[in-house]
């Protein structure tokens, strides 16, 4: 029974749990890479937003604070789905940073 119920809460881990999973797998490239797709997402964010991307929930709630602003508030509203996308990239990146190191594995 307590090998099902291992199995089972590994399945289901939280995303703090997840991601000192990551840490402790892939290290610093977790956070390099994290924060990359964090800077993509607020980048795009903000160009949409200001190409006239017109969401009045967010206009009431931001108000004249600015584009950066409305920006951060809806890349921190997409944590959960930029969490997938760095456990997908994360692998090919460790890839290539053992290509371009010469064939060396990931500390």
Partial sequence: ???AL???RATYLSIGER???LLAEYGI?????WYAVFGLTLLVVAGLIELGLDWPWLDAKVGDA???LGAY???KLLT???FGVVAAVLPFAARLRRRFT???PAP
């Avoid at 490239?29 to 890479?33: E, K, P």
């Fill in 1 to 3: 029974m307590s090998g």
């Fill in 6 to 8: 291992a199995r089972l």
């Fill in 19 to 21: 991601l000192k999973a």
């Fill in 29 to 33: 490239l977790a956070l390099v890479v």
């Fill in 66 to 68: 600015g584009t950066w």
């Fill in 73 to 75: 508030l809806l890349a």
């Fill in 80 to 82: 959960p789905l930029r």
């Fill in 102 to 104: 010469g064939g060396l």
